[in-house]
C-alpha cells in the first residue's frame, strides 16, 4: 500500500541482499502478458554488490483478491519469490494519506477505478490486512508480512524480518529516507539520514481532530492490526 512505508523496507532489504538488488517500482502494468512492468519506469539499483541479481517488485493500493492474477505458473520474473505484505498500523497509514493529499486522500473510501486499482483505498488496506492475518489466500506464493511500525521502533523485530527473508543482518537502525512518492508526507525528505529521529509512530495524534481521520477510521482495520501484531 502507498504511505505504508514499503520504501524505506524495500530500501532496508536491498542493503541486506546477497548480490546485486534491483527494484522495480509499482509494478501494475503488463500483467495480461505474463509480466511485470514499472510504473513510469521507475528502475532502481539499491546496492552493486557482485552476485545474482535480486529483484524487489512492488505493487501500491491494488486488493489482494487482484492479485491472485500473479501466479508464478505464468509470470517468470515471480519463479523462487516470495510475497512480503507490508502493514502500517492504520491509524498512522491513515493520517499519512490524509496529510500528503492527492490520489492517496480523495481515494480512501472511494474506488480509483484505473488500472488495478478498482476499489478505495481503504478496502484494499483491508483486503492487506486480511491476507496477513491467513483470513484469505489470494496471493500464489509464499509469503510473509511485516509491520512497519515494529519494524522502525524495535531491532529484535528488525532481526527476525531478516532472518525470515535469508538477508545479511547488518546491525543498526534505519536512517534513510526513501524519494518516492516525495519522502515523509509529514517531513519530506529533511530527516534522511536520520530516520530513526522521525516521529512517525505517533502521525495520528496531529489528526485526532480531523473529520475525515475520525470518520474513515473504523474498528475492523483497528482489530485486525492488533491481531496482527500478536503473531508478528
Known amino acids: 500500500m502507498g504511505r505504508s512505508g514499503h520504501h524505506a523496507i524495500i530500501d532496508w ?9 534491483v527494484h522495480y517500482n509499482n509494478v501494475i502494468r503488463g500483467w495480461e502478458y505474463g509480466e511485470l512492468i514499472p510504473n513510469k519506469n521507475k528502475v532502481r ?3 552493486n554488490s557482485d552476485g545474482k541479481e535480486n529483484s524487489i517488485y512492488s505493487i501500491e493500493d491494488v486488493p489482494a483478491d487482484e492479485m491472485e492474477k500473479l501466479d508464478p505458473y505464468y509470470f517468470n520474473q515471480l519463479k523462487n519469490t516470495v510475497a512480503i505484505i507490508v502493514i502500517r498500523d492504520p491509524r498512522n497509514w491513515l493520517a499519512s494519506s490524509i496529510k500528503i493529499g492527492g490520489d ?3 481515494y480512501l473510501d472511494k474506488p480509483i477505478n484505473k488500472d488495478r486499482l478498482y476499489c478505495s483505498r481503504i478496502d484494499a488496506y483491508k483486503s492487506h490486512l486480511h491476507e496477513a492475518l491467513g483470513n484469505t489466500y489470494n496471493i500464489k506464493m509464499p509469503r510473509t508480512f511485516v509491520l512497519y511500525d515494529k519494524w522502525f521502533e524495535c531491532s529484535e523485530y528488525r532481526d527476525i524480518v531478516s532472518f525470515r ?3 545479511i543482518n547488518i546491525p543498526g537502525i534505519p536512517g534513510k529516507v526513501s524519494g518516492f ?24 495524534k496531529s489528526m485526532a481532530n480531523n473529520s475525515d481521520y475520525k470518520r474513515l477510521l473504523d474498528d475492523e482495520m483497528i482489530h485486525s492490526y492488533l491481531q496482527l501484531e500478536k503473531i508478528a
Do not use: Q, W
Not at 13 to 21: D, K, P, Q, S, T
Not at 183 to 201: E, I
Open 13 to 21: 532489504i536491498g542493503e541486506r541482499c546477497y548480490g546485486e538488488a
Open 165 to 167: 527473508l535469508g538477508l
Open 181 to 204: 512518492a516525495g519522502g515523509s508526507s509529514f517531513d519530506k525528505k529533511r530527516y534522511d539520514g536520520k530516520a530513526n529521529k522521525m516521529n512517525v509512530l505517533t502521525r495520528y
Open 45 to 47: 539499483k539499491l546496492n
Open 104 to 106: 492517496a486522500y480523495n
